[in-house]
């Protein structure tokens, strides 16, 4: 294949669309251009803030012996606090610290009762998990003590395995048992064979331990952690035994995995079980007892050879500041010790859930309040205001206002008086309003919502499920009635995957129609275009048509980068659902997933973009030839047998920049190699109105794309399928051919194909 089948591209990815600061900082990794050039291209929308500008009032003109006795004029005069501000004030502060302090008291009663309860629990937990404990190994020894006094120096080997085995077909948990005197070894074989161990390890590990089975000789019982050495859930004890002929010290080896339930994880209480010292014996933490885990800093494990008492309850802090009601219990057995812990903040957070809820009540009520108070101090604010206003227009001068006349005068409180008193002062100076002069000033700026289509350079996105409509017949004949619900569901952990793709690269999804998606690149993205009715003359011509080309540029490359993500998605899709269909077989109704295949396609080119719609219902979205074209293209890959096919705009748009080409000698300048896209031409020409004819260009690969880092953009916790990476990256396909061996489309006669006739489906008109 020559280099002019194969083409590549590249460029800096993105997780926000452009637009304002956002595009200019991007624009840095790819321009030299000032930051002031680039700044002014991306226009701004004016944010106005709404401000009312103070009203100014006029002494009405007077006569020359008027001002001579009237030296100074009356000016109106604003309250600087309102009365329904005091009265919300001060009904605000009294409810709140009613509601304050009651949330405080019944918070702490609460807590006081809860933690006491915390700790009862606590302590309870950890008697009978001790008690148990206790029990079991007790049992444990008893058993083997009962087996020693069964047997006999007399007894023939033979005997003496068939005693063995009938023992530990008795008590299964008993793994092995060693006396170290007759030097006699009995092997739970079953156990050891379906562990698949040593028997010899018995052996090993008393010889390992001789420091214990010395201890023992002295009458002192010793509990050890075998988990490490034998690699399952395994207690050793050393203990003498004895009967009424001989004596004798023992190594018993038991499984843990009974006794391991009682320390389960199943409530918010942690228990565990330290030998004397200060080893981890037992412990819901299974990585904790296969490393014998040293608890000797533990701060209940310290306190374990001063205590007093065979059990004890307290608070502590650990050394991470975290708090803990904690309890021990010191068994009479080897020394070992239960220790139950809890985290306070876990106990309290029932409480703390209820005080947040009692601090929303208080603002509830507290907004309820002021509401009521608000609506009282309208009954006393307003004919304040009004009259204020009259006193205000009298004091401008127009003191044949008709507002005095709105006042109600027969009001029988203080108001009413005022009102009154005010009306006859109107009358006093009624003479004088030939001479006034009136002046209310008001500014009303609002921010205004541009709802005004706009024409935009963008990057235009369509997919859809191929054979959708056999895909949802399926779910009908498999789930009848409850379909709709099936395929809901279906649908909506796909597009979920798509849609992902589409946020994380900076794209906007537009609308979905049925299985398809429609999203776009760079409708937010607010670039003028007035530079183009610019003469060419004009030195910032070039400047702004460069930097928008950019802007263009990164549209189309994040655009593609979401579509080939997609093809990562939807593989790992394909396999989650096939593990799913194939968990569920055999149910009625059995749930599954179809695998699918999709089409997308992709157009760069210049739309209308805005809302549109009517006045009850409008949309943001986007129409034109662009869009249609882009429509179009995505219905174009089933007969060119490809998944991605993008336009002749769009490898245009990008050839010389991040495309292998003859304009650029097949070359990438490097801080575009790090994104470089495979493509490769559709043999096939179709006709577009007003352009003759084109090509489609099969997307084949990103081979530089870091699929982890793309996703973990959306997901911090992402992790790679190594199986899916084979869809993009370094292990991706490429060439075509290996992107339909992929995915299992099947190669296409191109002497057959008319990619015309696809236009009849959606025209590109």
Not at 76 to 83: E, N
Not at 88 to 107: F, Q
Not at 733 to 744: D, I, Q, S, W, Y
Request: proline share 3%; charged share 25%; net charge neutral.
């Amino acid at each position: 294949m020559s280099k002019n089948d194969i083409n590549y591209g590249s460029f800096v990815p993105r997780g926000k669309p452009a637009g304002n600061d956002e595009s200019v900082s991007i624009l840095k990794q790819i321009s030299p251009e000032s930051t002031e050039v680039k700044k002014q291209i991306v226009k701004k929308t004016p944010v106005v803030d709404k401000k009312v500008e103070s009203s100014k009032t006029y002494s009405a003109a007077r006569p020359a012996d008027f001002v001579k006795n009237k030296k100074k004029t009356v000016s109106s005069v604003k309250s600087r606090y309102s009365i329904g501000g005091k009265l919300i004030g001060i009904i605000s502060a009294i409810v709140s610290l009613s509601l304050i302090l009651i949330t405080v008291l019944v918070s702490y009663y609460i807590s006081s009762d809860v933690r006491v309860n915390a700790e009862e629990n606590n302590l309870t937990i950890n008697s009978r998990t001790a008690a148990d404990t206790e029990s079991r190994f007790n049992s444990i020894v008893s058993s083997v003590g009962m087996f020693y006094d069964n047997i006999s120096s007399d007894d023939e080997k033979e005997e003496l395995q068939n005693k063995a085995a009938r023992f530990f077909e008795r008590n299964k948990g008993i793994v092995a048992f060693k006396f170290i005197y007759d030097d006699d070894v009995f092997v739970n074989r079953a156990y050891f064979a379906a562990h698949e161990l040593d028997s010899e390890l018995v052996n090993l590990y008393s010889e390992q331990e001789s420091e214990k089975v010395d201890r023992a000789k002295n009458g002192i019982v010793s509990v050890m952690n075998a988990t490490p050495f034998f690699g399952e859930q395994i207690v050793a004890i050393f203990t003498p035994i004895r009967s009424d002929d001989n004596n004798d010290v023992v190594v018993i080896y038991s499984s843990l995995e009974d006794l391991s339930e009682s320390y389960s994880t199943s409530s918010i209480n942690l228990s565990f079980l330290v030998n004397d010292d200060g080893t981890i014996i037992v412990h819901p933490d299974l990585d904790l007892m296969k490393r014998a885990a040293e608890y000797r800093d533990h701060y209940l494990v310290k306190l374990l050879p001063s205590a007093k008492t065979g059990s004890e309850q307290l608070t502590y802090v650990n050394t991470e500041d975290v708090e803990y009601i904690g309890a021990f219990t010191k068994l009479t057995f080897a020394g070992c010790a239960v220790i139950t812990e809890v985290q306070t903040r876990i106990v309290l957070e029932a409480v703390n859930a209820t005080t947040r809820r009692n601090v929303y009540l208080t603002i509830a009520i507290l907004s309820i309040a002021i509401m009521i108070v608000w609506f009282f101090s309208k009954s006393l604010s307003t004919p304040l205001k009004e009259l204020t206003a009259v006193t205000n227009e009298i004091n401008a001068g127009n003191f044949e206002t008709p507002l005095l006349n709105q006042l109600k005068t027969k009001r029988k409180d203080e108001i009413g008086v005022l009102i009154r008193s005010t009306k006859a002062e109107q009358e006093i100076l009624n003479t004088f309003t030939r001479l006034t002069n009136k002046g209310v000033t008001r500014a009303i700026v609002t921010h205004k919502i541009d709802f005004q289509p706009h024409l935009k350079d963008i990057t235009i996105f369509f997919s859809d499920i191929r054979g959708f409509t056999a895909i949802s017949d399926g779910f009908n004949k498999r789930f009848g009635e409850k379909s709709a619900g099936e395929i809901i569901g279906f649908l909506n952990d796909y597009m979920g995957r798509m849609v992902n793709c589409i946020s994380i690269s900076g794209g906007n999804v537009d609308k979905f129609e049925g299985d398809a998606i429609m999203a776009c690149w760079g409708v937010l993205r607010d670039d003028s275009l007035d530079y183009e009715k610019w003469p060419d003359s004009d030195p910032r011509k070039a400047k702004f048509k460069a930097i928008h080309e950019k802007h263009v540029k990164q549209d189309a490359v994040s655009a593609i980068m979401a579509t080939t993500a997609m093809r990562y998605a939807l593989m790992e899709y394909n396999k989650k659902a096939e593990a799913f269909t194939k968990a569920h077989e055999g149910e009625p109704y059995a749930k599954y997933k179809p695998h699918i295949r999709i089409g997308s396609g992709l157009n760069s080119g210049r739309a209308t973009v805005g809302f549109m719609g009517s006045y009850d219902k409008m949309e943001f979205t986007s129409i034109g030839d662009a869009v249609n074209l882009a429509s179009r293209t995505e219905s174009s890959n089933k007969p060119c047998g490809t998944d991605m096919l993008i336009t002749q705009d769009t490898y245009d748009l990008l050839k010389k920049d991040f495309i292998r080409c003859p304009e650029n000698n097949y070359k990438i300048k490097p801080e575009n190699l790090k994104y470089e896209v495979v493509v490769e031409v559709i043999p096939v020409t179709f006709e577009v109105k007003g352009k003759g004819k084109q090509h489609f260009y099969g997307v084949v690969n990103m081979p530089q794309f870091d699929i982890e880092g793309f996703f973990r953009k959306g997901d911090p916790k992402f992790k790679l399928d190594p199986d899916c990476a084979r869809a993009i990256g370094s292990k991706g396909p490429k060439t075509l051919a290996e992107v339909r061996t992929l995915l299992g489309i099947p190669t296409p006669d191109f002497g057959e194909v008319n990619l015309d006739a696809e236009e009849s489906k959606i025209k590109a008109t």
